[in-house]
């Protein structure tokens, strides 16, 4: 059986890889951890962690996960820009079935978009945080 954490991270990359708008610009380069092929741009899964949001005889907890965003365009900042905005667009408020436990509600809580030190990398943060009833 899958963690919560773990099905979280299977919805939010099924619906990353199902959608048009994000694969438009990563075109398949979701990675579970950061990109180490150097292709740009790309999704990566960053920190994440829960704490418990148990109600009466249900187990819940109130998971959060870090999407980072890379693009590297001449320095520009606007694609990552966009690839943030497509990544939110994704996974704001929508609906997913997880493997064993029970979604509640995810939202996407705040975005970031900041240069790395390079001066060519951008790297965009979407934090996502989910409600979850545990199996």
Known sequence: MASPSEDLQFAVHA????DASVQAVVDGRVHDGRPVDGAF?????GPG???PDDYDCIDGRVE???????????GQRRPCAALVDAVKDALHEAASDLRTHALVRM??????IMEDPDGSTWHGIVSLEAEIEEA
């Open 15 to 18: 619906l990353l890889m199902g």
């Open 41 to 45: 741009p790309a999704i990566s899964y």
């Open 49 to 51: 962690g829960h704490v």
């Open 64 to 74: 959060t996960l870090q999407i980072d965003c890379w693009t590297r365009s001449k």
């Open 107 to 112: 939202q996407v809580t705040s975005t970031r």
